[in-house]
Nanobody, 122 residues
Framework: QVQLVESGGGLVQAGGSLRLSCAAS????????MGWFRQAPGKEREFVAT????????YYGDSVKGRFTISRDNARNTVYLQMNSLKPEDTAVYYC???????????????WGQGTQVTVSS
């Protein structure tokens, strides 16, 4: 059974930083692309970042480029999202997903975690 478990969310002031983690089990993590998405109340799930199986390719949504960094540790079956210079508009539930390739579209992801709340105060 595939499980993705996010952690690291919380409340932070604007301009601050957080690092999210997503621990994976039940899948061949080292051959899976991973992605981070977010969903604010009343909005659709939005693409944040994706990383290929080896960590050599990353791609970001326009709203987070230059502020967020996705990385992975295949030895720990974990993908990370380092979030710097946070803004109130970054407030959302953040989800990690596993896919066969690096995609921006929600429907291309096969597995999802339960999400972790990030709240940025102004």
């Amino acid at each position: 059974q595939v499980q993705l478990v996010e952690s690291g969310g919380g409340l932070v002031q604007a301009g601050g930083s957080l690092r999210l983690s997503c621990a994976a089990s039940g899948l061949t993590f080292s051959s899976s692309a991973m992605g981070w998405f977010r969903q604010a109340p009343g909005k659709e799930r939005e693409f944040v970042a994706t990383i290929n199986w080896s960590g050599t390719y990353t791609y970001y949504g326009d709203s987070v480029k230059g502020r967020f960094t996705i990385s992975r540790d295949n030895a720990r079956n974990t993908v990370y999202l380092q979030m710097n210079s946070l803004k109130p508009e970054d407030t959302a539930v953040y989800y990690c997903g596993a896919s066969g390739g690096v995609y921006e579209r929600v429907e291309r992801y096969d597995y999802w975690g339960q999400g972790t709340q990030v709240t940025v105060s102004s």
